[in-house]
Nanobody, 126 residues
């Protein structure tokens, strides 16, 4: 049974930092492209950051470029999202997702992801 478990969310002030983690089990982690998405109340699920199977390729949503960093540790089956200079508009439920993709490719389309975590809430106040 595949499980993706996010952690690290919380309530912070604008300008603060948070580090989200996603622990994967039940899958061959190194064969999956990973991603963080987020969903604010009343809005769709938006891509935050993507990372390829070996971590060699990353991509970010325009609103988080330069502030967020995605990384992965295939030995520990984890993917992390370092979030700096947080803004109130970053408030959302953050999801970890896994997708089988050809080597070296990534995708920002939620429908292409095979597995999802339950999400961790990030709230940023001004």
């Amino acid at each position: 049974q595949v499980q993706l478990v996010e952690s690290g969310g919380g309530s912070v002030q604008a300008g603060d930092s948070l580090r989200l983690s996603c622990a994967a089990s039940g899958l061959t982690f190194s064969r999956y492209s990973m991603a963080w998405f987020r969903q604010a109340p009343g809005k769709g699920r938006d891509v935050v950051a993507l990372i390829s199977m070996n971590g060699g390729i990353t991509s970010y949503g325009d609103s988080v470029k330069g502030r967020f960093t995605i990384s992965r540790d295939n030995a520990k089956n984890t993917v992390t999202l370092q979030m700096n200079s947080l803004k109130p508009e970053d408030t959302a439920l953050y999801y970890c997702a896994a997708a089988i993709k050809p080597f070296g490719t990534i995708s920002g389309a939620p429908g292409e992801y095979n597995y999802w975590g339950q999400g961790t809430q990030v709230t940023v106040s001004s």
